[in-house]
């Protein structure tokens, strides 16, 4: 499978490039960018060649497709990083918290509460990103704007997450950048470092702004088959 690995280290490549011009346009000095690696939908055998390549940090966005995937590529693969980036429901909560290191989708506290009892009682302790509804659409997940502040405040008091960012999807067909700059005057103000922000069509944008995660799929992996 040579030619597979010489295309998945050419893919990530191109976009770690592109990654890294959009850095200089930042802020060169600070902490790196991750590139989460969006797997959703692509097959386990797939991603064998990302992994040879090196890449170890990676996204699904449903918890019973991660569990089909993921454990028997862990057995096989070292450090592998496994983020949660899709809405997550709590009789979801006992299967997540075994499979993933970070859940970037934590927007109410029934969710939060549910967490910190399945990781007492899993005895395991993962990172969390808030979930932000940014440009306040009905059917989008995350906590409104407005309401982030205290949000992250109770996650860190009441239901004591280790909450470390803020993550948002803006919404289709507008330029992303004014909703990066919401999401980052909202990091400032509920004390949180990191940025989860920009996908294939606008990471750079992202990381011109601030991301500390960008989410990439399709500029990895090739277009998803349309979601049934
Ligand atoms: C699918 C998905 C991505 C990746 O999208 P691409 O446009 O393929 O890069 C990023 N974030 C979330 C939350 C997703 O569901």
């Given at each position: 499978m040579d030619q597979a690995k010489d295309g998945a280290a050419e893919r990530l490549a191109e976009v770690r490039k592109a990654m890294m011009?959009?850095?200089k346009r930042f802020d060169t000095s600070a902490a790196p960018c991750s590139l989460i690696a969006v797997s959703k939908t692509v097959p386990g055998s797939s991603l064998e060649p990302y992994l040879d390549a090196g890449q170890r940090v990676f996204g699904e966005n449903r918890v019973q497709?991660?569990?089909e995937k993921w454990p028997a590529l862990r057995t096989q693969y070292r450090d592998i990083e496994l983020h949660l980036i899709g809405p997550l429901q709590t009789n979801k909560v006992r299967d997540a918290v075994v499979l993933f290191d970070c859940i970037q989708t934590v927007d109410r506290d029934k969710l939060a509460a549910s967490l910190r009892a399945e990781m007492d009682r899993a005895g395991r302790s993962?990172?969390?990103?808030?979930?932000?509804?940014?440009?306040?659409?009905a059917q989008k997940h995350g906590i409104a704007p407005t309401e982030v502040v205290d949000f992250v405040g109770r996650c860190r008091t009441e239901h004591r997450l280790d909450i470390v960012g803020l993550m948002c999807i803006p919404p289709d067909g507008l330029p992303p950048g004014p909703y990066f700059a919401s999401l980052v005057g909202l990091a400032r103000q509920a004390n949180v470092d990191e940025l989860s922000?920009?996908?294939s069509g606008d990471f750079e944008t992202a990381i011109s702004m601030g991301a500390t995660h960008v989410r990439v799929g399709?500029?990895?992996f090739g277009a998803r088959a349309p979601l049934g």
């Open positions: 011009r959009a850095k497709e991660a569990a993962l990172k969390f990103f808030v979930q932000v509804n940014i440009g306040g659409e922000m920009g996908m399709s500029a990895l």
